[in-house]
């Protein structure tokens, strides 16, 4: 092996021309951030449920409140809960299908 050879040598270390980097596309990206900011909103939410206030007062050792008057937002919270994915899948279908209708035409 001559000295020209080593010099010229790929270096093992860097990818190959062929093989590609992953990336993450535009749409992915977007959807990743409304997934997050449902499921933010449905924390925020739960926050203000007296219930889930008392028991964030108990965890931390402070006097829980004595109000118990939060059970309608309890069940709005459980509600949202268990729909907002279904929401979230109907929303991006008929956005995807209002989206390729466009494009065709």
């Known amino acids: 092996m001559t000295e020209a050879d080593s010099i010229h040598s790929p270096d093992p270390r860097t990818p190959s021309r062929g093989a590609s980097r992953p990336q993450v596309s535009i749409a992915v990206s977007l959807l990743l951030v409304l997934i997050s900011a449902v499921f933010l909103a449905g924390l925020f939410y739960a926050s203000r449920v007296p219930s889930v206030q008392t028991d964030f007062a108990i965890w931390m050792g402070a006097k829980p409140p004595e109000d118990d008057s939060g059970s ?34």
């Open 72 to 105: 309608l937002a309890q069940v709005l919270f459980i509600m949202f809960t268990f729909t907002s994915p279904l929401v979230i899948a109907m929303t991006l279908s008929l956005v995807m299908s209002i989206w390729n209708k466009i494009t065709r035409t």
